[in-house]
């Protein structure tokens, strides 16, 4: 299994940041953006769910990282929700918003997933010293091979 040393490795944020991309993509069009409170609201949900990775991977402790994947998964589902005005505004058509809200249940779905993950890593039971220098900066490791692009 290969190691994880970078958030972009992170499937979970590459979809985050396509799902960015989509809705950037929309916002710019005809009256959505001119709504500006509703375009401007998607934009940092959507931001906020690939940023959140990001941060949470550099964060120094695993319980970080967890409670930084919680946000971004929450804001992935505050991606969806906003879609539902876009729609009941008729901004887009229903296939268009159905496409970004699968998108935005994809990247949840894949942060869950992860955030899953590393709890499951984090034992609760014990208490121990490091057996590792406190100068050596911790890396999140041991994420499976599925969470990223790389081959295992």
Not at 50 to 77: C, P, V, W, Y
Not at 125 to 140: A, D, F, G, Q, R
Not at 145 to 152: M, P
Request: charged residues 30%.
């Amino acid at each position: 299994m290969s190691k994880v040393t970078r958030f972009e490795d992170l499937i979970c944020w590459q979809k985050a940041r396509e799902l960015v991309n989509g809705i950037y993509s929309i916002t710019k069009r005809d009256e959505l953006a001119k709504d500006y409170g509703l375009r401007d609201q998607l934009r940092r949900a959507a931001v906020s769910s690939m940023t959140n990775i990001a941060e949470g991977f550099a964060r120094f402790h695993r319980k970080e990282f967890i409670r930084f994947l919680d946000i971004s998964q929450s804001s992935a589902t505050e991606v969806h929700s906003l879609l539902f005005v876009v729609l009941d505004q008729n901004y887009l058509t229903e296939n268009e918003i159905k496409s970004l809200q699968k998108k935005a249940e994809e990247v949840r779905a894949l942060t869950l997933g992860l955030l899953k993950y590393v709890n499951s890593s984090i034992s609760t039971n014990k208490v121990s010293e490091p057996t590792v220098e406190y100068n050596i900066s911790w890396e999140p490791k041991d994420i499976p091979a599925d969470f990223t692009n790389e081959t295992v």
